[in-house]
């Protein structure tokens, strides 16, 4: 029996979306996997191997500190080092490209009936988005934090509303300003089932990627105690690059923020069900395997 292809763009309640979520990776997990780490991994990488870099540099401060009782005044300067911001430059441009893979992907299993994309089918709709995707960032990221500056609730708000900013932008080909409106038209009267959508996935990822964390913490203390101050530095860019893995998780979270926004999509648009209306009597549409839905 033919495994049932997930349908992208319908109407799905709190549990749906869990569902299909994990039905989703399940069934995809290999290619998904595959482009997730072949496309996004470079990024990965250099903010592993910065963060370690960054990690060696302050543990050597703080030590300092203990030892000499540096005065407080002088560590700015020997904190926002050049590696510090490449570490936050990394880190940015590294969760732009874990997103835009995971669309990508997305749009081209939407495109495709649910066909599985290659890497290179899936980098192609990648690097069409991705340097727009990294421009809209941050200006969303500025809007984000001055919601925070004004208000606590005002910019739990607004990351609710722009959450599927970036789906809107890849699988909708709109502008900033489009996108930026779209967001807000599709969060109305829908606010509550998306916070709690997105609370819900991102413990489950961080929960996930702290298991690995922790392992890999335990692992580099083992590394810290047989090897010499010298070797520190190499088993700190080790450890950061072993945490890599701990992205993997990533997938989880964005996987259903993706699926949320179709279903935000088709309670605002009903594009979904007009193609089925569209099909009948065409001879491609299967209705026998389609749950119904009320």
Known sequence: MAEQKIELRKVRDFSDNLNDTFQFIRQNLKPLMLSFLCISGVFMLLAAIFSGLQQKDTGNLLEQIMGTGRRAGQLPSEIFTVNFFLVLLFA???IVAMQGVIIAYMKYYEQHDGAKPTIDEVFKIFRSYFPALLIYSVIIAIVM????????FPGIFLVVALMPFSCIVMLEDQSFGAAFSRCFA???DNFWISFGIYILVYIIYTFSAGIITAIVGAVTGVLYYFTTKDLNTTVDIISSILNIFSFLFYI????SVVLHYYNLAERKDGVGMMRKLD???DGTTNFDNIQEQY
């Open 145 to 152: 934090t001055l919601g925070f500056v004004l208000c606590i």
């Open 186 to 188: 599709l969060i109305k």
């Open 252 to 255: 989880i979270f964005y996987v």
């Open 279 to 281: 099909s009948i009597g």
């Open 92 to 94: 940015w441009i590294n």
